[in-house]
């Protein structure tokens, strides 16, 4: 989560009063959509409209540029629908949910469980009131480990996305770097950390390999070693090994070690093609 949920206000008759001002983030391809949300924002006390976003890939920028303590989120959305969204950023880094969706009404009370909220198309003042008091009261009344698992029944959800991601988002220090997936040359593991080399440059991001893995398509990234993703278009020669290793060579001259562990499937296969 993007802030620690401070313990909750004695008398629960003045819900709001004392409370740090949330930020907000607006995303819904439908600029009028979003115009909406932000007329009724306007001139609320509690809630600050940080930024606007019309698509899925701008929205999971500014949720990691940003780190806002509420989004309204549209679900479909074209590219990256809403529930992609939660899955690019993660339940560690995903703010509170409010859906602003045109689902159908049985559609949506699948996701009461796990959204803070939702609002359904066309909706008035009042439910909108309803929604974003339902949200100051989970921000500041649960405890950061309870809105994590909401995210996780949320993901749950989602289900696996219907798309592998073709580009990253990584944060480093101040700056988002979007890098197009076909540009990484290769992926090493650091702990609890990832390395991506794309040409002369190294991006660090916070995740661990194999949760990595999972976005980037098996069909183009080949895990060589327990450490080591490569892509599969950056191979230039392989070089059969002597015991339990071998090594891969790319375009750009570096070399891998590939470990006799995943000397097998894929990578058994495309040393049958090649050698």
């Given at each position: 989560?993007?802030?620690?949920?401070?313990?909750?206000?004695?008398?629960?008759?003045?819900?709001?009063?004392?409370?740090?001002?949330?930020?907000?983030?607006?995303?819904?391809?439908?600029?009028?959509?979003?115009?909406?949300?932000?007329?009724?924002?306007?001139?609320?006390?509690?809630?600050?409209?940080?930024?606007?976003?019309?698509?899925?890939?701008?929205?999971?920028?500014?949720?990691?540029?940003?780190?806002?303590?509420?989004?309204?989120?549209?679900?479909?959305?074209?590219?990256?629908?809403?529930?992609?969204?939660?899955?690019?950023?993660?339940?560690?880094?995903?703010?509170?949910?409010?859906?602003?969706?045109?689902?159908?009404?049985?559609?949506?009370?699948?996701?009461?469980?796990?959204?803070?909220?939702?609002?359904?198309?066309?909706?008035?003042?009042?439910?909108?009131?309803?929604?974003?008091?339902?949200?100051?009261?989970?921000?500041?009344?649960?405890?950061?480990?309870?809105?994590?698992?909401?995210?996780?029944?949320?993901?749950?959800?989602?289900?696996?996305?219907?798309?592998?991601?073709?580009?990253?988002?990584?944060?480093?220090?101040?700056?988002?770097?979007?890098?197009?997936?076909?540009?990484?040359?290769?992926?090493?593991?650091?702990?609890?950390?990832?390395?991506?080399?794309?040409?002369?440059?190294?991006?660090?991001?916070?995740?661990?390999?194999?949760?990595?893995?999972?976005?980037?398509?098996?069909?183009?990234?080949?895990?060589i070693h327990r450490s080591t993703l490569v892509n599969i278009d950056r191979i230039r020669r392989i070089e059969p090994g002597y015991g339990s290793e071998s090594r891969l060579e790319l375009d750009n001259g570096t070399k891998l070690v590939i470990?006799?562990?995943?000397?097998?499937?894929?990578?058994?296969?495309?040393?049958?093609?090649?050698?």
């Open positions: 989560m993007t802030a620690s949920a401070p313990a909750a206000t004695q008398g629960s008759d003045s819900k709001t009063e004392n409370r740090a001002i949330l930020s907000a983030l607006v995303i819904d391809d439908e600029e009028l959509a979003r115009q909406r949300v932000c007329d009724l924002l306007e001139n609320h006390p509690k809630i600050k409209v940080r930024a606007e976003c019309s698509n899925g890939r701008e929205a999971v920028e500014k949720i990691l540029e940003l780190e806002p303590d509420l989004v309204f989120l549209d679900i479909n959305m074209p590219d990256l629908d809403g529930f992609g969204v939660i899955q690019e950023i993660g339940k560690h880094r995903m703010p509170a949910v409010i859906f602003v969706t045109a689902y159908d009404q049985y559609a949506v009370k699948a996701f009461e469980a796990a959204a803070v909220d939702y609002l359904l198309k066309p909706f008035d003042r009042r439910r909108f009131d309803q929604a974003v008091e339902k949200a100051l009261d989970t921000y500041f009344r649960e405890q950061v480990d309870q809105l994590e698992r909401r995210m996780e029944k949320l993901m749950a959800l989602a289900g696996p996305s219907k798309a592998f991601s073709d580009r990253l988002v990584v944060r480093q220090g101040g700056t988002v770097h979007l890098l197009k997936v076909n540009e990484v040359d290769w992926v090493e593991s650091a702990r609890n950390y990832v390395k991506i080399h794309c040409g002369p440059h190294a991006y660090t991001m916070r995740e661990t390999l194999s949760n990595f893995e999972q976005k980037l398509d098996p069909e183009r990234f080949l895990r470990s006799r562990a995943y000397r097998r499937g894929k990578v058994k296969e495309l040393l049958e093609e090649i050698l």
